[in-house]
Every structure is written in C-alpha cells, then in structure tokens.
C-alpha cells in the first residue's frame, strides 16, 4: 500500500519511513507528489490539540494528493511550563529560516525558560498524534504515543532533530540525541504511534 506522509518536516519523515516501509507500506511525502510549500500550510497548525492539527494536515494532504495520508503533529510538554511548548513547539522562539536555526532557537529559549530550575521541575514528556485518513471523506483513525523524560541543563549528542539533544529518556537513560535510531525508534512518542498505526492497517476495521 502507498501512503502520503504529511509532513515536511525531515526528521519526521525519516522516523515515518523507519517504521513504515519495513512493514511493507511505501510512503512519499509532499514534494516527491509535486506539492511544494505554501504560505497557507501554516494556517493548518493553528488547531489548539495534537489531535487537531493532525487532522487539518491529514485532511489537506488526502484532498491534493488523492492518497491516503498520515499526518503527525507532536511536541514537547514540559509540565514546570504547564505543558508548553506543546503544540507550539516548532514555533515556540518565533525563528524562521533553515530547520536547523529553528531548532537551535528554540532549545536555547528551552534551556532559558528552565535555567537554574532544580531536577523536580525538569520533568518532560514527549507526544505523537497520528490521524491517519483512507480518503478525503472517510472518518479518520487517530493513534497516539507519550515518551516521558525530563530536561538536561545542556545537549547530549547530535542524532535527531528538535528538542532530542536536551531530552533524557526514562526509558533510554540517554537523550534522544544520544541514541542511535533503532533506540529512539523503540521507545519515542512517534515510534509508538506509527506501530499502532501499522497494527490497525494490518487488521480489519473495527
Ligand atoms: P509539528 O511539525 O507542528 O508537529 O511540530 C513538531 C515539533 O515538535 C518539532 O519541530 C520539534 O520541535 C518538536 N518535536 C516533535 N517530535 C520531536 C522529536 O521526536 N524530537 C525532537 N523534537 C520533536
């Protein structure tokens, strides 16, 4: 089966393509479908919930590209922040350009907002919502996944992208920056949803 990913976002993409294609699902992303970046794309985030966004991104991607399409929207919730940056998390430190420069501004506003605040208040967690939807008008299926961890007051390692340098696994006992892809893959917010998802695909609808 074919599906579009509907995600622009690299580190995402090679996350989605880990898990997905070793279970036999091939899945393109907007480019390779001919669907270049809009301005409008931004308005597909404005949702308050994961669960919203990903509907909008899924529903937007399903009508262009007559696939059906997963979209994924996650994010950082730290709790001594009352959950931010939550579904802010790519936008949190307002930077623009490359998404390396958005990712080291919006870990240095992280390592900001928690500087000299003691180990109780470094708690964290991951979390993935994946809306997966078989055509434009179908209900869409939502699976989800939390990572838990907490904050370190400096990065560990340089795999993966956005907030993994700065974010202790529980389970891992290492940053998500530390592991290699198989470690993150096995334990992360994404990991989890995406074998969900791939569980539901290979059983029949409920
Ligand atoms: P979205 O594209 O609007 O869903 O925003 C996702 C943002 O959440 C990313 O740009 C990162 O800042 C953060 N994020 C989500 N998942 C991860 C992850 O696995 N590692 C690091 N950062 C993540």
């Known amino acids: 089966m074919k599906l579009l990913g509907a995600t622009r976002n690299e580190g995402k993409q090679a996350e989605i393509r880990r898990v997905l294609e070793p279970a036999g699902i091939e899945v393109i992303f907007p480019d390779q479908a001919g669907l270049w970046e809009s301005p409008s794309e931004d308005a597909l985030e404005l949702a308050d919930t994961f669960e919203g966004n990903a509907r909008r991104k899924s529903q937007h991607f399903a009508r262009l590209s007559g696939l059906p399409a997963v979209a994924d929207d996650s ?7 009352g959950g931010a940056p939550g579904v802010r998390s790519r936008r949190w430190a307002g930077a623009t350009g490359s998404s390396q420069a958005v990712d080291a501004a919006n870990n240095a506003e992280l390592l900001r907002r928690l500087l000299g605040a003691p180990e109780a208040r470094r708690r964290a967690r991951y979390r993935c919502v ?3 939807l078989p055509e434009t008008d179908a209900v ?3 699976f989800e996944g939390v990572a838990p961890g907490r904050i370190l007051e ?4 340089d795999h993966g992208f956005g907030y993994d340098p700065l974010f202790l696994s529980d389970e891992l ?3 998500f920056g530390e592991a290699t892809s198989a470690e993150k893959d096995a334990v992360s917010h994404r990991g989890q949803a995406l074998r969900a ?3 539901a695909l290979r059983s029949p609808v409920p």
């Open 75 to 81: 994010g950082l919730e730290v709790f001594a922040l």
């Open 130 to 132: 994946l809306v997966y």
């Open 140 to 142: 869409p299926r939502v």
């Open 154 to 157: 400096a990065p560990r390692g």
């Open 173 to 175: 006992g290492r940053t």
């Open 197 to 199: 998802l791939v569980d």
